[in-house]
């Protein structure tokens, strides 16, 4: 808003002060002359405006047309606008030559016109700069459609520093290192190029930003640059469906895809965003805790056994995914497992006897515990790996407090 008004004065008082120059010097006068005849007759009128009155008129309608074509007003609305304007003018001046009073309209007709030349001259140079800008910044990192958007204006993209409400998406190989120490330099190469081209083209086409794609996993960003509402909804769905299709490509292609699999860590928050423009190289500065905890969240799955692991901000956010109690006020990590359209009853019950075994446990009431996670037992095909993990360090103390007898 200040800047507009700053570009508003300049190019308002720069327009009025070379009309006003061009009507005092007396250049305009031939011209002055001849369209002003076709509209009021001068030798018939008994009063003239004042040359006053002329520099007033001149100078309202240059920051008034300036403050017009700097505004959000589309183009083709303004210079609708303007016809009509000059229009006007021209029409008042046949209208005070009724009443014997001469106003030369030439003057506040070529202020409007200029004025409208400077501002879309000047928004044509900044589109031009904000459109290599767009480029720099989101080519290859936004879907087709996306970028489409931010290049035409409909998803508005602020270049100073702003504040971001986003979903950060961290997804990465599981074990990593130990299948590359097991697999050899040539085949690791070759299954993360092939990981990290379908993830990323996934993400992108599910509405992220990819903010990273390289040896060390795919990071994109939900909810930016557009500051979409429900960006932690969009993040959850894509990495559900992402892990989803993967098991499918494993049961459909066996030994191919058995050699990895996929892990993610999901994150809401606020980020910076800084576009970088003094360098020759610009570029975008984007910085937040989202992005570190998606990355540890993403790491955390291997001592879980987990596959997708979120944070607090995330599970009150996704309101259509599975949930428990309400979260407030704790810090906890979660695991996204099902869509809340698509569990089926007994996936709320398991759901349930494992939230209740884990506050047991937490109350170390371990026989209590191991009876609730048993109730949360699936079938024997579907891996749960942190309820073995649950389960395993609940067997002995429950064995134990079976055979110890009572006092």
């Not at 076709?38 to 002329?54: F, N």
């Not at 100078?59 to 183009?75: C, D, E, K, N, T």
Request: aromatic fraction near 10%; glycine fraction near 8%; charge should be neutral.
């Amino acid at each position: 808003m200040r800047r507009s008004l700053f570009t508003t004065l300049i190019i308002g008082g720069a327009i009025a002060a070379i009309v006003s120059a061009l009507h005092a010097t007396g250049l305009l006068l031939g011209l002055e002359t001849a369209v002003g005849g076709l509209v009021s007759d001068y030798t018939s009128a008994t009063r003239v405006v004042s040359e006053k009155w002329q520099y007033v008129f001149v100078s309202s309608l240059a920051f008034g047309v300036a403050w017009l074509g700097l505004s959000r007003v589309p183009r083709g609305d303004t210079r609708l606008l303007i016809v009509f304007l000059v229009i006007e003018l021209l029409g008042l001046s046949w209208v005070c030559s009724l009443y014997h009073v001469f106003f030369q309209p030439l003057p506040s007709v070529f202020a409007v016109v200029l004025a409208l030349i400077a501002t879309e001259g000047w928004t044509v140079f900044l589109r031009q700069d904000r459109s290599h800008l767009v480029r720099t910044f989101f080519a290859n990192r936004l879907s087709k459609k996306e970028f489409s958007r931010v290049r035409e204006g409909t998803i508005s993209f602020d270049v100073h520093p702003k504040t971001y409400e986003v979903s950060v998406v961290t997804c990465d190989i599981a074990d990593k290192y130990g299948f590359t120490q097991d697999s050899g330099p040539v085949a690791f190469a070759k299954t993360m190029g092939e990981f990290v081209r379908d993830t990323a083209h996934r993400l992108l086409q599910a509405g992220a930003y990819l903010q990273a794609a390289d040896g060390e996993g795919v990071v994109a960003i939900f909810g930016f640059p557009g500051g979409d509402s429900g960006h932690a909804e969009k993040a959850l769905r894509a990495v559900l469906d992402l892990i989803r299709d993967f098991r499918k490509q494993q049961q459909n292609n066996g030994e191919i895809f058995a050699d990895y699999d996929i892990r993610a860590g999901v994150s809401s928050g606020t980020i910076i965003a800084a576009p970088l423009k003094d360098s020759g190289n610009p570029a975008l500065l984007i910085s937040g805790e989202p992005l570190d905890l998606a990355r540890r969240f993403c790491a955390a799955n291997r001592r879980y056994g987990s596959k997708i692991l979120m944070d607090t901000p995330t599970f009150d956010l996704a309101s259509n995914f599975v949930s428990g109690v309400n979260s407030q006020d704790r810090h906890e990590i979660y695991e996204p497992l099902w869509l809340a359209t698509e569990a089926r009853p007994e996936h709320i019950a398991r759901r349930d006897s494992f939230w209740s075994g884990v506050v047991l446990f937490r109350e170390k009431r371990w026989a209590e515990a191991y009876t609730e996670f048993q109730k949360a037992r699936g079938s024997e095909e579907e891996e749960d790996a942190p309820l073995q993990f649950y389960l395993r360090r609940l067997e002995p103390l429950a064995l134990q407090l079976t055979e110890t007898p009572p006092a």
